[in-house]
């Protein structure tokens, strides 16, 4: 039988995220680019995947869109919630995994998962920045740093300089005034990581921590993030190197069931 490739595109709030899938399972190629809904990042994380795959888009026989903005993305077979998606890919990635939690740029969900990938539960924080990417984005800027550079400050903090404020407008004047106190810049990048811990923390316990647990999106790239929720959570987290690509994963993987079903 001939190869069946499927595309799953999840057009973030703030990245785009291709990834292309050979029957089902091998991950032939992947792109992310750093700009989301409503700019080029879909069709070029869509071109640069293609491109390190040798492929043109005729040879794809489904395309499936996810995300936030998947209804913009045009040409798409099939067009899934995130939700369904992202706990297809976090069970691909992590077949034991029974808790997801995942934080985007925009919101962070909490979802519980059965033994076969099925989406059975969920929570959602999509009203307040608090507690998602967009708040470690800020707190960033305010630091002159690049989001990406937070985890290594988290490891080399000497202490930890707690934020009390769970609103990210007032947190972030709290942290300028923490700055004026020339406080040390590591241990008030650890009280960051810390307060997005509590804030995930709490929406993972109303929903219900079953172990293991697996974290995707983006901010499952930042460690010390991760090893926040760990001790806020009391419990080890797992992390795939593919954690940010989990909805695009699971949106191919949708498109070979859907793609297997009419061949
Ligand atoms: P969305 O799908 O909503 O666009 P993502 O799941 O791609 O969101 O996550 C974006 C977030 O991931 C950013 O807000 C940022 O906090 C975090 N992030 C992105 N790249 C990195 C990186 N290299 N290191 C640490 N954190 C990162």
Same mark, same amino acid.
């Given at each position: 039988?001939?190869?069946?490739?499927?595309?799953?595109?999840?057009?973030?709030?703030?990245?785009?995220?291709?990834?292309?899938?050979?029957?089902?399972?091998?991950?032939?190629?992947?792109?992310?680019?750093?700009?989301?809904?409503?700019?080029?990042?879909?069709?070029?994380?869509?071109?640069?995947? #293609?491109?390190?795959?040798? #492929?043109?888009?005729?040879?794809?026989?489904?395309?499936?869109?996810?995300?936030?903005?998947?209804?913009? &993305?045009?040409?798409?077979?099939?067009?899934?919630?995130?939700?369904?998606?992202?706990?297809?890919?976090?069970?691909?990635?992590?077949?034991?995994?029974?808790?997801?939690?995942?934080?985007?740029?925009?919101?962070?969900?909490?979802?519980?998962?059965?033994?076969? %990938?099925? #989406?059975?539960? &969920?929570?959602?924080?999509?009203?307040?920045?608090?507690?998602?990417?967009?708040?470690?984005?800020?707190?960033?800027?305010?630091?002159?740093?690049?989001?990406?550079?937070?985890?290594?400050?988290?490891?080399?903090?000497?202490?930890?300089?707690?934020?009390?404020?769970?609103?990210?407008? &007032?947190?972030?004047?709290?942290?300028?005034?923490?700055?004026?106190?020339?406080?040390?810049?590591?241990?008030?990048?650890?009280?960051?990581?810390?307060?997005?811990?509590?804030?995930?923390?709490? #929406?993972?316990?109303?929903?219900?921590?079953?172990?293991?647990?697996?974290?995707? %999106?983006?901010?499952?790239?930042?460690?010390?993030?991760?090893?926040?929720?760990?001790?806020?959570?009391?419990?080890?987290?797992?992390?795939?190197?593919?954690?940010?690509?989990?909805?695009?994963?699971?949106?191919?993987?949708?498109?070979?069931?859907?793609?297997?079903?009419?061949?």
């Amino acid at each position: 039988m001939a190869d069946l490739l499927t595309l799953g595109m999840d057009v973030g709030s703030t990245t785009s995220k291709c990834l292309i899938l050979r029957n089902g399972e091998e991950v032939l190629a992947s792109a992310l680019v750093p700009a989301g809904t409503g700019t080029s990042g879909p069709s070029r994380a869509l071109e640069e995947a #293609l491109a390190s795959a040798g #492929l043109a888009r005729e040879d794809v026989a489904v395309l499936t869109a996810t995300g936030y903005g998947r209804s913009t &993305f045009p040409g798409a077979d099939y067009v899934v919630s995130e939700l369904s998606c992202h706990a297809l890919g976090a069970h691909a990635l992590c077949e034991e995994a029974r808790t997801v939690i995942d934080i985007g740029g925009q919101d962070a969900k909490a979802l519980r998962i059965g033994p076969d %990938g099925k #989406l059975e539960s &969920f929570l959602m924080n999509d009203k307040c920045a608090a507690g998602t990417g967009r708040f470690l984005e800020v707190m960033a800027r305010v630091l002159e740093k690049d989001v990406s550079d937070l985890a290594e400050m988290d490891e080399q903090a000497e202490g930890i300089v707690p934020i009390s404020s769970t609103c990210t407008v &007032f947190a972030e004047s709290e942290v300028i005034s923490q700055l004026a106190k020339g406080v040390d810049l590591c241990s008030l990048v650890k009280g960051i990581h810390a307060s997005v811990a509590v804030r995930t923390a709490a #929406l993972a316990r109303r929903l219900g921590v079953v172990p293991p647990i697996a974290m995707t %999106g983006g901010v499952a790239r930042n460690a010390g993030v991760v090893h926040a929720l760990e001790s806020e959570l009391g419990t080890s987290i797992r992390v795939s190197p593919l954690a940010q690509m989990a909805g695009a994963l699971g949106a191919a993987i949708y498109g070979y069931r859907k793609g297997s079903e009419s061949a």
